[in-house]
Every structure is written in structure tokens, then in C-alpha cells.
């Protein structure tokens, strides 16, 4: 079973949607995930009740509030730094994913498990490179080549 490392960077988010694509995670159908969130919004503005709300009910939650923004790449790279899964799926503060759309895609790569084992662990699944066939929000589609 394979661990997705779901990386998120937050930038002034508002709370609304920031629980809207919390929610949409924690209600995977597929249990082997964690999120790994950096908040590069400004002092007082950031959303760090919301994330350790989130986090004290459910531990695959870890978020980093960085005190500055670093920028979508900047931001993006302080979340990676915390991942621990065998792969990386890269999503934006305000997506939703389907509730099965991990398992579906675990399904995929089980289903193409001799042809998995040549890529290397920790391999980044976006939205662009995965092949799926799965709906991960409204804009967002996941494809495993």
C-alpha cells in the first residue's frame, strides 16, 4: 500500500476554503496519506488555528507556519521538506479531492505494480502526470503514466 504525501502551500487562505480541502482529505477513502502544509502568510494573518484544530484530531496532519512568504516554489519546497510517503501529490489550498481519489490511484498502482517497482520511491504525482482516471477536484485531474 502505497503512502501519498499530499504537499500543500498556504498563502492567506481563506478559512472557508482552507476547511473545505481539509475536509475533502480527511475524508479519503484511503486511509495511507499524510498532509504536509507550510503557511507563508504574514503575522496575524495566518490560518494556524485552523490547521491545528485539524492536526490535534488527526495525526497524519503536520503543518509548518513559516512567518513569511517564500513564494508558491519557496512555500511549496518548506511542505516537501516534511513528507515522508512513497509518493507526492501536489495540490493548491483551495482544491477538493473526490473521496476515493487516493484509492484510485493506489488501485492504479497496485494494478501496475511491476511496472512501479522501476521508478524510484518518492516519485512526484501531479495533477499533470498522473494517469488515474480520476477527478481530484473541479480543475484537477490525476494521471499515473
Not at 504525501?5 to 480527511?26: N, Q, W
Not at 490560518?47 to 503536520?62: P, S, T
Not at 518548506?78 to 513528507?83: D, F, I, P, V
Not at 499533470?128 to 480543475?139: F, G, K, L, V, Y
Amino acid at each position: 500500500m502505497p503512502k501519498f504525501s499530499i504537499v500543500i502551500p498556504v498563502y492567506k487562505t481563506p478559512e472557508k476554503f482552507l476547511k473545505e480541502m481539509l475536509d475533502s482529505i480527511v475524508e479519503q477513502t484511503y486511509a495511507n496519506w499524510e498532509l504536509c502544509i507550510a503557511d507563508g502568510s504574514p503575522a496575524g494573518e495566518s490560518v494556524e488555528n485552523v490547521l491545528k484544530k485539524y492536526a490535534e484530531k488527526d495525526a497524519r496532519i503536520r503543518y509548518q507556519v513559516l512567518g513569511e512568504n517564500r513564494g508558491i516554489s519557496g512555500n511549496t519546497n518548506a511542505a516537501l521538506e516534511m513528507a515522508e510517503g512513497d509518493f507526492i501529490v501536489l495540490a493548491d489550498h483551495d482544491d477538493r479531492l473526490t473521496p476515493n481519489a487516493l484509492f484510485e490511484c493506489a488501485k492504479k498502482l497496485n494494478e501496475n505494480e511491476t511496472a512501479m517497482s522501476s521508478i524510484p520511491m518518492r516519485t512526484s504525482l501531479t495533477w499533470m502526470e498522473m494517469n488515474c482516471s480520476t477527478r481530484i477536484s473541479s480543475r484537477i485531474s490525476i494521471r499515473i503514466f
